[in-house]
């Protein structure tokens, strides 16, 4: 495991700084680690932060004109500062926690549900000298730190002592789990191609993007990323019309922005490894690295958009239907055939 930051240099020097700083003060030399390591979480969540701020003012934009109208307009240029408006409200308003809530679960459930789209940023090639830790398992990694989403969203559900949330939190727990199926399956196919699981690996293998070799996978990742982020048409764990808010139909304040921040996130994180895995990653010409690669993640993120504001939500037989009768043999034909391609080529 090796630490990388952009510049590629400066990261490094600044390490070594913070190691003698520590030497200096008498303190361990593991101290100037922990320290770069704060640092790094520090610069991740700035730009979780500012990538939810970006992409809620996008969606609240595009779904304006894909409903003919203008969206916000009111506070700031365009309704720019809408956001920050928002958040703000968020940050003030009073937290309070049901009388009939198991406190310290009801407490730790936002914060389990976002650390876990919050790691999955860590290995995140963004350039091929700007990732805040490169692994060799980076793709197992990124898989295997999503799972405690799943229980954060059971916690939420069953601690808040409100027979909706239980309905959403289980509702949300076996899509999640059905959809990981699929989803999974659809990657193998990248990884036969490319016989690695290291993302920079995988990117710098892709002379011509995967999407070429792997249509049918990149379709079953994009339905399964769709469904495993809650978002219309698969938006049953929430369903307003039937569960009122789903598994967080008790929070509110700081606590409910966790689950919104965890959401967009989540959809960062999906978008960011489609673009890795079959759009090339970072390679592209004329423009620097990260820029191809934040267009092409924009690109996915602009499709989770638009499906919200077309597609009418399933109901939940169609929704489990689609999981296990439709993308999850598809999933498994199509890395047959890859195997025998491959194989006979």
């Given at each position: 495991?090796?630490?990388?930051?952009?510049p590629?240099?400066?990261?490094?020097?600044?390490?070594?700084?913070?190691?003698g700083?520590?030497?200096?003060?008498g303190?361990?030399?593991?101290?100037?680690?922990?320290?770069?390591?704060?640092?790094?979480?520090f610069?991740?969540?700035?730009?979780?932060?500012?990538?939810?701020?970006v992409?809620?003012y996008?969606?609240?934009k595009?779904?304006?004109?894909?409903?003919?109208?203008?969206?916000p307009?009111?506070?700031?240029?365009?309704?720019?500062?809408?956001?920050?408006?928002?958040?703000?409200?968020?940050?003030?308003?009073?937290?309070?926690?049901?009388?009939?809530?198991?406190?310290?679960v009801?407490?730790?459930?936002?914060?389990?549900?976002?650390?876990?789209?919050?790691?999955?940023?860590?290995?995140?090639?963004?350039?091929?000298?700007?990732?805040?830790?490169h692994?060799?398992?980076?793709?197992?990694y990124?898989?295997?730190v999503?799972?405690?989403g799943?229980?954060?969203?059971l916690m939420?559900?069953?601690?808040?002592g409100n027979?909706?949330s239980?309905?959403?939190?289980?509702?949300?727990?076996?899509?999640?789990?059905?959809?990981?199926?699929?989803?999974?399956?659809?990657?193998?196919?990248?990884?036969?191609?490319s016989g690695?699981?290291?993302?920079?690996?995988?990117?710098?293998?892709?002379?011509v993007p995967?999407?070429i070799?792997?249509?049918?996978?990149?379709?079953?990742?994009?339905?399964?990323?769709?469904?495993?982020?809650?978002?219309?048409?698969f938006?049953?764990?929430?369903?307003?019309?039937?569960?009122?808010?789903?598994?967080?139909?008790?929070?509110?304040?700081?606590r409910?922005?966790?689950?919104?921040?965890?959401e967009?996130?989540?959809?960062?994180?999906?978008?960011?490894?489609?673009?890795?895995?079959?759009l090339?990653?970072?390679?592209?010409p004329?423009?620097?690295?990260?820029?191809?690669?934040?267009?092409?993640?924009?690109?996915i993120?602009?499709?989770?958009?638009?499906?919200?504001?077309?597609?009418?939500?399933?109901?939940?037989?169609q929704?489990?239907?689609?999981?296990?009768?439709i993308?999850?043999?598809?999933?498994?034909?199509?890395?047959?055939?890859?195997?025998?391609?491959?194989?006979?080529?």
């Open positions: 495991m090796r630490y990388l930051f952009a590629a240099e400066l990261f490094p020097i600044l390490l070594e700084g913070l190691r700083l520590a030497v200096w003060a303190l361990p030399v593991m101290a100037g680690d922990w320290a770069g390591a704060a640092l790094v979480m610069g991740l969540f700035a730009f979780c932060a500012l990538t939810v701020m992409l809620v996008a969606e609240r595009i779904a304006g004109h894909m409903q003919a109208r203008i969206g307009m009111r506070v700031g240029w365009h309704g720019v500062l809408q956001v920050i408006a928002d958040t703000i409200k968020l940050i003030v308003k009073e937290t309070w926690v049901p009388g009939s809530a198991d406190r310290w009801y407490r730790c459930a936002p914060y389990v549900v976002f650390t876990a789209g919050f790691l999955a940023l860590i290995a995140l090639p963004l350039d091929r000298d700007l990732t805040p830790v692994l060799n398992l980076g793709l197992i990124i898989v295997a999503g799972t405690p799943v229980i954060g969203i939420a559900g069953w601690s808040s027979k909706y239980l309905i959403g939190g289980m509702r949300s727990a076996a899509q999640m789990i059905s959809y990981e199926v699929p989803l999974l399956i659809s990657l193998m196919g990248v990884v036969m191609i690695t699981l290291d993302l920079h690996m995988i990117v710098e293998s892709q002379r995967y999407i070799f792997q249509p049918l996978g990149f379709l079953i990742f994009l339905i399964s990323a769709v469904a495993e982020t809650n978002r219309n048409p938006d049953i764990p929430e369903a307003e019309s039937e569960l009122t808010a789903g598994f967080h139909t008790e929070y509110g304040g700081i409910f922005a966790y689950f919104f921040l965890a967009y996130v989540n959809m960062f994180v999906l978008s960011a490894l489609a673009a890795t895995l079959f090339g990653g970072w390679q592209g004329w423009f620097p690295g990260w820029v191809w690669f934040l267009a092409k993640t924009g690109a993120l602009f499709l989770f958009i638009w499906f919200r504001w077309t597609f009418p939500r399933f109901r939940a037989d929704l489990m239907d689609l999981s296990w009768k993308l999850t043999p598809l999933a498994f034909l199509n890395l047959l055939a890859t195997g025998l391609i491959l194989v006979l080529l």
